[in-house]
DNA sequence: TCCAATCGTTCGGCTTGACGAACGCCTTCC
DNA sequence: GGAAGGCGTTCGTCAAGCCGAACGATTGGA
């Protein structure tokens, strides 16, 4: 068996930092999560490889999401103004998207600020299986969705589908503006 | 050491799923991961508890998300008309919350898009440790963001912040409606 | 036809994850 | 002062995770 980088050290960190959070003791967790404290110890000084289950039960003893302590998070403020964000594709005039947020490690998804002209429909492949694409419209009209079914929408309105099959969208009004969250769980 | 509901059988299914995805057999992905044949014979037919390191390895070489081998997804595709989703938070006139997305297995997220009127802030106290919350503002002018520094916000504009402290939302011009991703991974 | 390579499953053996117990330390109470 | 309870660390033991090898089945090539 390769070493390929489990991040035990990272594993070992978060359980340390959840566990202070929770304002729990090492023995009072061990007993929550019904696994021995020597087992717990071992962990938090990162001295062991845990199985699936003892990595589990933890996560659910301490009320955050498995992953969670895997992929450690940061959070921050930050703001982006209307235009100002990286304009990371712009394949033809009729259609730009800015991405707002990035996918950060524990997160699944990406944010984008869709700006559309009336012209060409925007034609996209099958994106990563298992994708799902929510759109919601601020500005204008415009068509979109799987290619075999697009639907009209307005502003306000909201569409989520399958983004790993052909999908498209096309607007229907000068300056539609739409937000699209790809999630790739 | 307690059952407290490890997906083993998930894990199995994700790991078969992902294999024959990639086109692999499990010879094959066993050498790319590492691991012996018997090893990923045995956790594709969920009789074993695999460690960290086994299923981070078997991650890397899958080329997904660890995590991703934990919780599986689901996709269909669904509208929600402007002001026809279910509002799930109305707690006074100038505060509405419309609920687009909420957290289906796999996701770690809830879509939510807002309409305020101004008058008195809508202060929240701390959510689930690790929330970040996305605001992207569609029309009017808002201020959001942690009390102790809201920033305001105009059309197109995205703010994220932490949403595990005090944190608050304040309309400040009629109509203003804003977009929602809570994140909680 | 036979042979080589690959496949996935089963088997026995080794290593290490997880166990309970013991330990020293600290705090609280009588 | 001593006793009780809780803390986190260390230790020895057991069993399961993971290993390589063997096996029968399948495929492709000579």
Redesign the pocket.
Known sequence: ??NTGAPLQVIAASLRRERERAGL???????RA????????????A?????V???WALGVALGVPFSRLVDPPAARVRVIRAGEGPAIYSERANYTATLLASCPPGARRDIYMLRLEPGAARESEPHMSGTVEHLIVSTGRMLAGPRTEPIELGPGDYLVYPGDIPHTAQALERGTTALLVSEHV
Request: aromatic share 0%; charged share 15%; proline share 3%.
């Open positions: 068996m390769s003791s090492l023995s009072e967790l061990a007993k019904g696994i021995a404290k020597s087992t717990l110890s071992q962990l938090e000084s001295s062991g490889n845990p199985s289950e003892t990595l």
